[in-house]
């Protein structure tokens, strides 16, 4: 392995071991290709001296890295990457998407396969250590609220045994759904706690929701760019993505109404507040517009506002929500706490019409029973005892902190700011230079970026990418862009 890259992720500062980070790195590494089969491995001893660890930690790793299939050990020869049957899921997965998503327009460029797509976002998001790369969508642990979750576990714990032990209902939990209309009144949409269905998270609210209204062959519209893992989602159940381009103050609406009038859209899924991964928010004008569009073709619009919580509020900033000026007759509201709470809670939850909420639950019936209302039970400890609007204020205050230093310095290394965000964890920015090949490269040396393909139906190169400000502490990262 002398002409690989070495492990830049390995650190004592880490909460995970060394052994464990040992085989994440060189697992990730075999499973992205830059370690092929058959390339010998460094001994124990020079791996050992080249990355600052004894031999028993690499020892270890290796072990471990031989027991899961990576490796191979010959003896008197040393440790080899293993031939393995793999699957290769990227290729499929944009394969999937580009079969789906509408057609380019004449004369465009057409769709090239890519070895960067969703899953490989995805699969090198979920092997980073415990702190979040600048391609995250999730804040720092360290910025979470782990000793209230904490206590609020312990409280739930301490219930009944009755209560914790059966099935939840299909609603959800019913303090938790109070406690939701009481959320969605503050920001003047009205709705009992019969219109509400949780779920786990907005992913499976998303599925849920188009699986009850969608059929193989319909169309969907979404922002372009947009939250990427729908896209893959919505493709696995036959469905045509369609991008609707959006702009600072919310989407293009000659270019909506011009593709409504052609594919009669069954849903349009839209972030009305801290758009991911612009970090923009939809202007009452737009918003009055887009629901007109809607009605004159029958579409269901689906108001993911997941990151709604790290808005400063209309007191602070201007914001119009769909769900208020529709009152949930044609809008679906989306919600949840994996963005400000824990990720590992999995608690969301959709709000809409009496007659949809009972759909959507029956539809949550057949296909996963009932969410488990533990992690419903500990989300409204925390809604109810007021710790939550206390911890909000905390994570916008440093959110508020550290972006203008972020904002100040992508911008001294010449990457372009489209718009510069004023509230939220993204920045949309351009780079200048094609960012899959500038993510290949970063890999290379142990970095995750975000490309802005990924956040594009199209799936088509771009020179935009997305960046977690909450999560740029790193200088070996602001070292590559630099010199980019």
Same mark, same amino acid.
């Given at each position: 392995?002398?002409?690989?890259?070495?492990?830049?992720?390995?650190?004592?500062?880490?909460?995970?071991?060394?052994?464990?980070?040992?085989?994440?790195?060189?697992?990730?590494?075999?499973?992205?290709?830059?370690?092929?089969?058959?390339?010998?491995?460094?001994?124990?001893?020079?791996?050992?001296?080249?990355?600052?660890?004894?031999?028993?930690?690499?020892?270890?790793? %290796?072990?471990?890295?031989?027991?899961?299939?990576?490796?191979?050990?010959?003896?008197?020869?040393?440790?080899?990457?293993?031939?393995?049957?793999?699957?290769?899921?990227?290729?499929?997965?944009?394969?999937?998407?580009?079969?789906?998503?509408?057609?380019?327009?004449?004369?465009?460029?057409?769709?090239?396969?890519?070895?960067?797509?969703?899953?490989w976002l995805l699969r090198?998001?979920?092997?980073?250590?415990?702190?979040?790369?600048?391609?995250?969508?999730?804040?720092?642990?360290?910025?979470?609220?782990?000793?209230?979750?904490?206590?609020?576990?312990?409280?739930?714990?301490?219930?009944?045994?009755?209560?914790?032990?059966?099935?939840?209902?299909?609603?959800?939990y019913a303090p938790l759904?109070?406690?939701?209309?009481?959320?969605?009144?503050?920001?003047?949409?009205?709705?009992?706690?019969?219109?509400?269905?949780?779920?786990?998270?907005?992913?499976?609210?998303?599925?849920?929701?188009?699986?009850?209204?969608?059929?193989?062959?319909?169309?969907?519209?979404?922002?372009?760019?947009?939250?990427?893992?729908?896209?893959?989602?919505?493709?696995?159940?036959?469905?045509?993505?369609?991008?609707?381009?959006?702009?600072?103050?919310?989407?293009?609406?000659?270019?909506?109404?011009?593709?409504?009038?052609?594919?009669?859209?069954?849903?349009?899924?839209?972030?009305?507040?801290?758009?991911?991964?612009?970090?923009?928010?939809?202007?009452?004008?737009?918003?009055?517009?887009?629901?007109?569009?809607?009605?004159?073709?029958?579409?269901?619009?689906?108001?993911?506002?997941?990151?709604?919580?790290?808005?400063?509020?209309?007191?602070?900033?201007?914001?119009?929500?769909?769900?208020?000026?529709?009152?949930?007759?044609?809008?679906?509201?989306?919600?949840?706490?994996?963005?400000?709470?824990?990720?590992?809670?999995?608690?969301?939850?959709?709000?809409?019409?009496?007659?949809?909420?009972?759909?959507?639950?029956?539809?949550?019936?057949?296909?996963?029973?009932?969410?488990?209302?533990?992690?419903?039970?500990?989300? %409204?400890?925390?809604?109810?005892?007021?710790?939550?609007?206390?911890?909000?204020?905390?994570?916008?205050?440093?959110?508020?902190?550290?972006?203008?230093?972020?904002?100040?310095?992508?911008?001294?290394?010449?990457?372009?700011?489209?718009?510069?965000?004023?509230?939220?964890?993204?920045?949309?920015?351009?780079a200048g230079c094609d960012?899959?090949?500038?993510?290949?490269?970063?890999?290379?040396?142990?970095?995750?970026?975000?490309?802005?393909?990924?956040?594009?139906?199209?799936?088509?190169?771009?020179?935009?990418?997305?960046?977690?400000?909450?999560?740029?502490?790193?200088?070996?990262?602001?070292?590559?862009?630099?010199?980019?």
């Amino acid at each position: 392995m002398t002409d690989t890259p070495s492990l830049h992720l390995l650190t004592r500062a880490s909460g995970e071991s060394l052994p464990d980070q040992i085989v994440r790195s060189i697992a990730a590494r075999i499973d992205d290709r830059q370690l092929r089969a058959g390339a010998r491995m460094p001994s124990i001893r020079s791996f050992a001296s080249r990355h600052g660890v004894s031999p028993f930690t690499v020892v270890a790793g %290796y072990d471990r890295l031989v027991a899961q299939g990576y490796l191979e050990s010959r003896r008197g020869a040393g440790f080899f990457v293993r031939e393995r049957s793999v699957l290769n899921t990227s290729l499929l997965n944009t394969s999937l998407l580009n079969a789906s998503v509408a057609p380019a327009a004449a004369g465009a460029p057409a769709p090239q396969t890519q070895s960067l797509d969703v899953v490989w976002l995805l699969r090198n998001m979920f092997r980073q250590s415990p702190q979040p790369s600048s391609a995250a969508g999730v804040l720092p642990a360290d910025w979470l609220d782990g000793p209230g979750i904490a206590g609020a576990l312990r409280a739930v714990s301490r219930q009944p045994s009755r209560l914790l032990l059966n099935y939840g209902t299909p609603h959800g939990y019913a303090p938790l759904r109070q406690q939701l209309q009481r959320k969605l009144a503050a920001i003047d949409v009205d709705a009992a706690p019969e219109q509400f269905v949780t779920t786990l998270g907005a992913t499976q609210a998303l599925d849920l929701v188009a699986r009850e209204f969608c059929r193989p062959g319909d169309t969907v519209f979404v922002d372009d760019p947009a939250w990427f893992l729908m896209f893959g989602s919505f493709a696995a159940l036959g469905l045509r993505v369609v991008g609707i381009p959006r702009l600072p103050d919310g989407p293009d609406l000659a270019r909506l109404a011009e593709l409504a009038a052609l594919h009669k859209p069954r849903l349009y899924v839209i972030n009305s507040v801290l758009h991911n991964p612009s970090s923009t928010t939809l202007s009452a004008a737009k918003a009055f517009q887009l629901l007109r569009i809607a009605e004159q073709h029958d579409t269901i619009v689906v108001e993911d506002d997941i990151y709604c919580d790290l808005h400063p509020g209309a007191a602070v900033q201007p914001v119009t929500r769909l769900a208020a000026l529709d009152q949930l007759q044609r809008v679906i509201y989306l919600g949840g706490f994996s963005k400000s709470l824990a990720a590992n809670l999995r608690v969301g939850f959709i709000a809409t019409s009496m007659a949809y909420a009972q759909r959507l639950a029956d539809r949550k019936m057949l296909t996963t029973l009932t969410t488990s209302d533990l992690g419903e039970r500990v989300v %409204y400890k925390i809604l109810s005892e007021g710790l939550y609007r206390k911890h909000l204020d905390r994570i916008r205050a440093r959110l508020d902190a550290v972006r203008p230093g972020v904002l100040r310095r992508l911008e001294g290394l010449g990457l372009a700011l489209c718009p510069a965000p004023t509230a939220g964890m993204f920045a949309w920015v351009d780079a200048g230079c094609d960012t899959n090949v500038l993510a290949g490269r970063a890999m290379e040396q142990g970095l995750l970026l975000a490309p802005g393909s990924l956040f594009s139906p199209s799936q088509l190169p771009t020179t935009k990418m997305r960046v977690n400000i909450a999560t740029m502490e790193d200088e070996g990262l602001w070292r590559f862009l630099e010199g980019r």
